[in-house]
């Protein structure tokens, strides 16, 4: 007679009656791997334990021909019998897929990347300056796991979305950011950035998995607007308010720009809506090598806290010479 007594009770390990389907057995492991995952624990023996001994006994309560034998024989001799193997396991926190535990025995590596992944999905961060926000995407399948093992894996993209003031972005600028796990890195932002651009960093992803290459980082700008400019394209708009005189008789005035404040001539009769250009006062466009222009709006400000008497002259100076503005409407 065979020995039926069981050594390890696999079902009491997984929690999980005689009489449980593949499918409870199955979402019994992942709540028990989510729970005792080195990763998880780091560090602590005990879990690390708790877990090799979960993921051996579903290594054989999934296989329906081990479990057969096991619900049979029991385990004690487990690993004499034909198409067993009893699994042998180890754990390397920096390397391997599955957080570095690896298995000699014959889990379904889709299984894990299912399980394990939910252990690595989802984490937000704040860059150090700047405020980026971080995204990690989920871990892929394609552990390393013995003769079921997919080979290497490229490492997941991150991605970040940094915040930049509307003159960082215009000029360029170098941010300091710091990653969930703690790095820290500096980053260039090139001029002209917008916030549909996309700043590649090779490499500096998720660590690639069994020898393969790491992942790429993206940062997403996300640009503030600014109370004087607004951007089109690669040009800036300003709008420029001024005077009755000096739209009437013309005049020299200083007006912001990205680089500073320049002076700016204002023709004799100029009207409210009318723009003046600032060629090569826009934004830069490195893959073009060209610059953009800025475009000044006039605003004619009609004076406030004019006395009736005031009012009564000016309509008298002004009488018959306004015409009608709103002629080519027809109205």
């Given at each position: ?8 009770d ?10 449980a389907s593949e ?10 791997a989510?729970k005792?995952?080195p ?18 006994a579903?290594?054989?309560?999934s ?6 034998k ?26 391997g ?6 298995s ?14 939910d ?7 704040r860059?150090?300056?700047g ?21 290497e ?17 215009i ?14 890195f500096?980053?260039?932002i ?10 590649r960093?090779?490499?500096?992803g998720?660590?690639?998995?069994n ?5 790429d ?12 400019f607004?951007?089109e ?24 720009t ?8 204002i023709?004799?009769e ?11 006062k826009?934004?830069?466009?490195p ?7 800025q475009?000044?709006?006039l605003q ?12 009564a002259?000016?309509?008298k100076?002004l ?13």
């Amino acid at each position: 007679m065979f020995n039926n007594t069981m050594s390890k009770d696999f079902y009491k390990i997984l929690e999980v009656s005689r009489s449980a389907s593949e499918e409870e057995i199955r979402k019994a492991f992942k709540k028990l791997a989510r729970k005792y995952h080195p990763d998880m624990n780091p560090g602590d023996k005990k879990a690390e334990e708790k877990f090799k001994g979960i993921s051996e006994a579903y290594d054989v309560l999934s296989n329906p021909e081990k479990r057969k034998k096991y619900d049979t024989f029991g385990n004690a001799d487990f690993e004499g019998f034909p198409g067993g193997g009893g699994p042998s396991y180890s754990y390397n926190p920096f390397g391997g897929g599955g957080g570095g535990f690896r298995s000699t025995g014959n889990i379904n590596p889709e299984d894990l990347g299912d399980i394990f992944g939910d252990l690595f999905t989802g984490f937000t961060g704040r860059a150090q300056q700047g405020q980026g926000r971080g995204r990690r995407q989920r871990r892929p399948a394609g552990f390393d796991f013995g003769g079921a093992a997919t080979g290497e894996t490229r490492g997941k993209d991150l991605t970040f979305s940094l915040d930049l003031d509307f003159l960082e972005a215009i000029h360029g600028c170098e941010k300091q950011m710091r990653l969930p796990n703690g790095v820290m890195f500096k980053v260039k932002i090139p001029p002209g950035v917008t916030s549909e651009s996309k700043i590649r960093l090779a490499g500096q992803g998720e660590p690639g998995y069994n020898g393969g290459s790491g992942g790429d980082l993206y940062i997403h700008p996300h640009i503030r607007s600014h109370p004087i400019f607004k951007r089109e394209g690669d040009n800036i708009e300003v709008e420029l308010p001024i005077t009755i005189m000096e739209a009437l008789e013309g005049a020299k005035v200083k007006v912001p720009t990205v680089d500073g404040p320049v002076e700016l001539k204002i023709p004799a009769e100029s009207q409210s809506g009318q723009k003046l250009r600032l060629k090569g006062k826009g934004v830069s466009n490195p893959k073009e090598k060209t610059r953009g222009d800025q475009y000044i709006v006039l605003q004619v400000k009609v004076p406030e806290g004019l006395s009736g008497a005031q009012i009564a002259e000016l309509k008298k100076i002004l009488s018959g010479k306004e015409g009608n503005p709103r002629g080519k409407m027809n109205l």
